[in-house]
T-cell receptor, first 114, second 116 residues
Framework: EPEVTQTPSHQVTQMGQEVILRCVPISNHLYFYWYRQILGQKVEFLVSFYNNEISEKSEIFDDQFSVERPDGSNFTLKIRSTKLEDSAMYFC????????????FGEGSRLTVL | AQSVTQLDSQVPVFEEAPVELRCNYSSSVSVYLFWYVQYPNQGLQLLLKYLSGSTLVESINGFEAEFNKSQTSFHLRKPSVHISDTAEYFCAVTLIPSGGSYIPTFGRGTSLIVHP
């Protein structure tokens, strides 16, 4: 069964460092998403991506964040200069279309910022 | 904007007992509703969804949820739980806008812990 894969599963970094989280969406899916969950809090929407551009983003997705699809298979989330409050589980998701909101998620990447 | 409230952060229950995980939402427009499940060390998986039609929807592993528009709720139930149902359960809602994006909003999750 096709699945969304994410790497790394866990990354520890120092405050101020750049981090890149990688995702390989399901191959025939067209829409891609990043969500995050700070421990004990809600799963929060960060950004959606379609046709090689951001289609929507939340208030959380500020200038420190960027996404790209560099090679037609990977979908990456970059945090330019990490802060302590960026520590969270980051989930990548993909969907075939955008007409219901049914998403397929990866296992998540846990980011710990020290 | 819509919001999702899962009132219980943790629900402990004994095996074979019934369980209800509560979910309420707020929205001024029509919605689609979802329950996702996250088993340990895995990603979120769709458990069941309400898009239209019958307000009672079922999953293949015995869970069901009922859309109650007047109470803006979508509670998840199972009459008899198994140890293997131990997982994190997330309720999500998507607006049905007239030209919008269908980005789901999630609750904070409820940890279902099934004891032998």
């Amino acid at each position: 069964e096709p699945e969304v894969t994410q790497t790394p599963s866990h990354q520890v970094t120092q405050m101020g460092q750049e981090v890149i989280l990688r995702c390989v969406p399901i191959s025939n899916h067209l829409y891609f998403y990043w969500y995050r969950q700070i421990l004990g809090q809600k799963v929060e929407f960060l950004v959606s991506f379609y046709n090689n551009e951001i289609s929507e983003k939340s208030e959380i997705f500020d200038d420190q964040f960027s996404v790209e699809r560099p090679d037609g298979s990977n979908f990456t989330l970059k945090i330019r200069s990490t802060k302590l409050e960026d520590s969270a589980m980051y989930f990548c998701a993909s969907s075939v279309g955008r007409n219901t909101g049914e998403l397929f998620f990866g296992e998540g990447s846990r980011l710990t910022v020290l | 904007a819509q919001s999702v409230t899962q009132l219980d952060s943790q629900v402990p229950v004994f095996e074979e007992a019934p369980v209800e995980l509560r979910c309420n939402y707020s929205s001024s427009v029509s919605v689609y509703l979802f329950w996702y499940v996250q088993y340990p060390n895995q990603g979120l998986q769709l458990l069941l969804k309400y898009l239209s039609g019958s307000t009672l929807v079922e999953s293949i592993n015995g869970f069901e949820a009922e859309f109650n528009k007047s109470q803006t709720s979508f509670h998840l139930r199972k009459p008899s739980v198994h140890i293997s149902d131990t997982a994190e359960y997330f309720c999500a809602v998507t607006l049905i806008p007239s030209g919008g994006s269908y980005i789901p909003t999630f609750g904070r999750g409820t940890s279902l812990i099934v004891h032998p």
